[in-house]
């Protein structure tokens, strides 16, 4: 039957029960005395509509479920201190809200990466507690907090860094065993399996300060010559090795220098050709097969790119590995 | 308070006052205390209030200020305070500030003639109950000035609702005082109260009653009507739901109060919880006998007193606080019956409401004043007003016929009457669809 709009639905509910006038009222209340008095005892049990539900939170605190999620932690090994992070990405590509930035570690040696984290942060601010991250990271490196007391007075104090990240393995285990027990085995195996392609004491938690002297007097003492072009420092490196990302930004800068100097001649006609669509399509400065977006696009690409390759030349090669000089500073602390 | 000031400054001081000076001294203090304790209960209500809701709706409510949340109102008091007084730029400044002051001097005028405990009565008008009730009508021009200052359709509504109801509701409520009125022939509070001594029978009644004070007007079938009609009419009165529509604040957001703020808004919470508290002191005075209670007549009497010179005053001290406590226990109990209600019934309509008042409340007020009439007739009258067939009747059969007649008299009224009720209302939702029924084009 459709019901038009407008149209009045009369419900029959039968003939009333006679009774006696105001008992209704007198029912009604009966109820809310039911409730009155069932509330002086606590009620933890859902099923039943009486007693008082009521959480009194800081003094009590409820128990929340393994599978409760907040905030992304990066674990850690306490065994061996390493971290279980490779700098996949996969966290970062998947993260709804790009809250997560990171930095893959390179071996200070080869200038080639390694799987291991150099730098992670994540916006705890913009976090939306999706979980995706937890459910992508093929290492089980990755997963959800049950902290949420995590008010601040100042905002900065929300961007955070793989140091308050960190937390042992043991911790979790402590708040979701169950999860962790099902995971246990194979995130372990593949820690195992990329401990052994990280070079000196990479990809180990920072905090772990003892575990990487000690790991540092290990290697000392065991195999020197391996040892060896971990301590040279950076300017030592030959200039000529460069990493694939220096050896695409000096690329980039040439690039963009040969590009500027035709653009940077007419500068005033360069914007409006690119802006206005609807006048002449400025062919003088702009070849004619590319659309005025393209065209604005590469110059953007070529403003950056120049600007990179300001850097580059005011820093010449700059020591690439934060990893080596900590491992410098800390080898006569150990 | 005169005697005990004039016995204290003539007497033992030997100051030689005048007598007006006294008077005046003696005044003024009740007075200041008064004014102290108004606010201090309406405080303690608010509380009161909450955290009986909250039980109701299976909450806690505040704990957190104080033990068990008892500093919460002061909390409250202080947020009110430092709020920011505004007054909307197309308002009617003068009336605008003058409103909350007029709704909340009547309320405090009618402390003067509530009972306390036996002889705590700031003054024994003889007419206090008429008092009462005409200065509590004053505030209805104060709820129709701040709506009409705040220049606000949501404010216009809200007192224009609230005018309506108050002038309704009088009617029922007095009306069952004049029951009261009948029953005790007097006006006074405190000739009310104490003719309410005895046990469950009135000693007015039937002298030989031991005097416990229990002979409250609840236990005779008037009084309880009375006191059940009085009780609605006063829900609506003190703008309590289920009568609380002028402040239907999902209907028409706070009312009367809409654009008030700060201390100003905090003078109408002021006058409406402490209406509240009077009418509940009200209905525990005249229908369950304000501070009678076992033991507080008993210890009055042992006290010091112009018919009794060698009473100490400690019996007049217990004898007061046992009075104060049992007025207490009683208005907090039918406050706490005002929350119930507000725990368990939805909002009425103004129609609803209206319809209630003159088409339920007002007849069935009328026939108790009727039984209240059989009633004095029967335990009263004797020959000399023209009765003769009682006379040889013993005062338990008078008591006893009074009792059966107006309690069948009320029954068959009230049966009656709801039966009309419901009937016309029945009817008037007909109509109510038909109306609606016939003005869309049915589509077969």
């Known amino acids: ?334 | 308070m005169y005697e005990l000031l004039d016995a204290l400054i003539n007497g033992r001081l030997g100051l030689g006052w005048p007598g007006w000076a006294v008077a005046l001294l003696g005044h003024v203090a009740v007075a200041t205390l008064l004014f102290l304790v108004a606010p201090v209960q309406m405080l303690f209500f608010t509380y009161y209030e909450r955290r009986a809701i909250a039980r109701m709706q299976d909450r806690i409510g505040p704990n957190r200020v104080g033990p068990e949340g008892i500093w919460q109102p002061i909390a409250d008091g202080v947020k009110m305070f430092t709020k920011e007084d505004i007054v909307p730029a197309a308002a009617d400044r003068y009336v605008h500030l003058l409103a909350p002051i007029v709704v909340v001097a009547p309320t405090m005028f009618m402390f003067a003639v509530v009972p306390w405990g036996p002889g705590m009565v700031p003054v024994d008008l003889n007419v206090g109950l008429l008092f009462f009730f005409a200065i509590s009508s004053i505030s209805a021009v104060g709820l129709m000035m701040a709506g009409w200052a705040s220049n606000n359709k949501f404010a216009l509504l809200g007192a224009m609702r609230a005018v309506a109801q108050m002038v309704s509701y009088e009617i029922p409520a007095v009306l069952s005082l004049i029951a009261i009125v009948m029953l005790t022939g007097t006006l006074s509070v405190v000739q009310i109260v104490a003719a309410q001594g005895g046990l469950v029978i009135s000693t007015a009644d039937l002298p030989g009653v031991p005097d416990v004070g229990l002979g409250w007007f609840i236990f005779t079938p008037v009084g309880l009507l009375a006191c059940l009609c009085f009780f609605i009419a006063a829900l609506a009165e003190g703008e309590r739901t289920p009568f609380d529509i002028p402040e239907a604040d999902s209907e028409i957001v706070a009312g009367y109060m809409t654009e008030y703020s700060g201390m100003k808004f905090g003078l109408f919470y002021l006058a409406q919880y402490v209406l509240n508290f009077l009418l509940c002191a009200i209905t525990a005075v005249v229908f369950c006998g304000g501070w009678q209670g076992p033991g507080v007549g008993w210890l009055a009497a042992q006290g010091l007193s112009p018919a009794n010179p060698d009473g100490s005053w400690v019996f007049n001290l217990f004898a007061g606080m046992l009075g104060v406590f049992y007025f207490l226990a009683k208005t907090y109990f039918f406050f706490f019956v005002m929350i119930w209600a507000r725990g368990a019934f939805p909002r009425l309509r103004v129609d609803q409401l209206m319809d209630f008042g003159w088409k339920f409340l007002i007849p069935l007020t009328l026939v108790n004043v009727v039984s209240a009439a059989v009633w004095v007739g029967i335990t009263r009258w004797g020959p000399e007003e023209g009765l003769d067939f009682t006379a040889q009747w013993s005062p338990l059969l008078r008591w006893g016929v009074a009792f059966a007649l107006t309690m069948a008299i009320n029954v068959v009224a009230y049966l009656t009457l709801a039966r009309l009720y419901a009937a016309a209302q029945a009817a008037r939702g007909r109509v109510d669809l038909e109306e609606l029924v016939g003005s869309v084009p049915t589509s077969a």
């Open chain 1, 1 to 334: 039957m459709a019901i038009e709009r407008g149209n009045v639905i009369i419900v029959e509910r039968g003939r009333r029960k006679e009774r006696l006038p105001g008992s209704g009222l007198l029912e009604g209340m009966a109820v809310v005395w039911r409730h009155w008095q069932g509330s002086f005892r606590k009620n933890r049990s859902f099923s039943q509509i009486h007693g008082t539900f009521t959480l009194e939170y800081p003094e009590e605190r409820p128990k929340l479920p393994e599978a409760y999620r907040n905030m992304p932690i990066l674990l850690y090994d306490e065994e061996t201190g390493h971290e279980l992070c490779t700098s996949c990405f996969q966290c970062q590509r998947i993260c709804p809200p790009q809250v997560i930035h990171m930095t893959q570690a390179k071996d200070p040696a080869t200038g080639k990466p390694v799987p291991a984290v150099a730098e992670f942060v994540i916006e705890y601010d913009a976090c939306m507690s999706c979980g995706f991250c937890a459910e992508v990271c093929p290492f089980d490196a990755i997963k959800m907090d049950h902290e949420f007391e995590l008010s601040t007075a100042d905002h900065g104090s929300l961007t955070v860094a793989k140091e308050q990240l960190n937390r042992p393995i043991g911790y979790y285990e402590r708040i979701a065993p169950t999860m962790w027990a099902e995971v246990r085995e194979q995130a372990l195996k593949k820690l195992q399996g990329n401990i052994k392609r990280r070079p000196g004491v990479l990809g180990m938690a920072p905090n772990l300060a003892e575990k990487i002297a000690a790991r540092l007097r290990e290697l000392a003492t065991t195999a020197p010559v391996e040892a060896a072009p971990t301590t040279p420092p950076g300017p030592s490196a030959p200039a000529g090795r460069l990493s694939p990302e220096e050896k695409a930004a000096r690329l980039a800068a040439i690039r963009a220098r040969n590009d500027a100097a035709p653009a940077d001649a007419p500068p005033p006609p360069a914007p409006a050709g690119a802006r206005d669509g609807h006048g002449e399509p400025a062919p003088s400065d702009v070849p004619p097969a590319v659309n005025p977006a393209d065209a604005k696009a590469a110059r953007l690409a070529a403003i950056r790119a120049r600007n990179a390759a300001r850097a580059q030349e005011q820093a010449p090669p700059e020591p690439p590995a934060p990893p080596a000089s900590r491992a410098r500073t800390d080898e006569p602390e150990g």
